[in-house]
DNA sequence: TTTTAATATTGCAATATTAAAATATAAAAT
DNA sequence: ATTTTATATTTTAATATTGCAATATTAAAA
């Protein structure tokens, strides 16, 4: 097939999914990682952060934000990329769920 | 082309995005949380949980396992599968050390 | 040793993703 | 008005993923 089931799964299921598949390529960590290390989020010089082309990283930014982790005004012609804390925030929370969950139990056995 | 060119990414931004790959699927996340729902470890009631057949499940449980979010040993005819706590607190903390940083820098520009 | 039960592997069709060249758009600068 | 600059979209090609039927493996049970 090729199609994910999606509806047979959770809203929260896929929405961790939906935010860690945007994640799951290594220009866009990269994207995320350059947004946050830069004061501005006047973003224009992505393209000469990243080995790639200037199509391609539009793609990723466009993948990016149709996850929810950045969010983008226009702002003549150039683009305002910011992450989106929400969503940052969102994965952190889910992580430290699992992690508390899992040193409560202590079930060691693999 | 359709292949990521991951030699041009940090080890860490490649490691990352492994990680958030292998959980970029709704199955795959319903397993994680499978897993840490059940006290016991000796899984092999994973297929009945999920809407997928036994292949499919085995594959993504493959998945999981080779991007490093689960470990499993041999236990007769069944597998113990579980979280490998290590890569979840990974991922917790490379989310936290975002958000951190843009708290700090507060930039609400969009 | 055959059966059974649990899991893995293989092969393949359907679909999705990745990348970039070519092109489009749209605002700022000349 | 035309050029420049920055970004987006479209198209095309290569590759990867998803899902499952069929089959294989493996070890315990009968």
Redesign the interface.
């Known amino acids: 097939m090729g199609a ?3 509806a ?3 809203d929260n ?2 929405a ?3 935010l ?11 994207i ?2 350059y947004l ?1 290390k830069v ?3 006047i973003c224009g010089d992505i393209v000469n952060e ?3 082309a200037q199509p391609t990283v539009s793609q990723h930014l466009k993948e990016l934000k149709n996850a929810g982790l950045i ?3 226009i702002e003549g012609t150039s683009i ?4 989106d ?1 929400k969503a ?2 969102q ?2 929370h889910y ?2 769920i ?2 508390n ?3 409560n ?1 202590k ?1 060691n ?2």
């Open positions: 994910t089931k999606t047979n799964f959770t299921q896929n961790i999914a939906t860690a598949k945007a994640l799951g390529h290594p220009a866009r960590v990269a995320i990682e946050m004061d501005t989020c990243l080995p790639l969010k983008g005004s305002c990329y910011c992450i804390e940052i925030e994965l952190q992580f430290a699992i992690t969950n899992l040193t139990k079930n056995c693999c």
